[in-house]
């Protein structure tokens, strides 16, 4: 190994206490919070159905423990205001959301 190489050494024990500290928890939540708040503000409104469906919440249950942020809507056209479709352009609420653009 070169001088001031790193070298990763995989520790699986590690791994399953990060995956399931409840610690965690708070600061999850506080960050989809914030997401769902920024698709809200950014989402577009005409009878504001879409707006008030926006919901997220941290699920500590994933496939193989994985704790995964979620954020949704159940209102039956979202797919469509998100990836849009053949004659109206996508608007991305919740893409804008979770990466930061706002415009």
């Keep these: 190994m070169a001088v001031g190489a790193m070298r ?3 520790n699986p024990e ?14 999850l939540k506080s960050i989809i919070d914030e997401k769902v708040q920024i698709a809200k503000a950014i989402a577009p409104v ?33 797919p469509y205001l998100e990836f849009g479709t053949f004659d109206t352009p996508t608007f991305a609420t919740f893409r804008r959301a979770l990466y930061g653009g706002t415009g």
């Design 46 to 78: 005409d009878t504001g159905a879409f707006l008030d469906s926006i919901e997220g919440n941290v699920d500590f249950g994933g496939p193989g423990g994985e704790i995964r942020g979620l954020m949704w809507s159940d209102i039956r056209y979202a």
């Design 14 to 27: 590690c791994e399953l206490t990060l995956r399931y500290t409840p610690m965690l928890e708070p600061d």
């Design 8 to 10: 990763f050494v995989y």
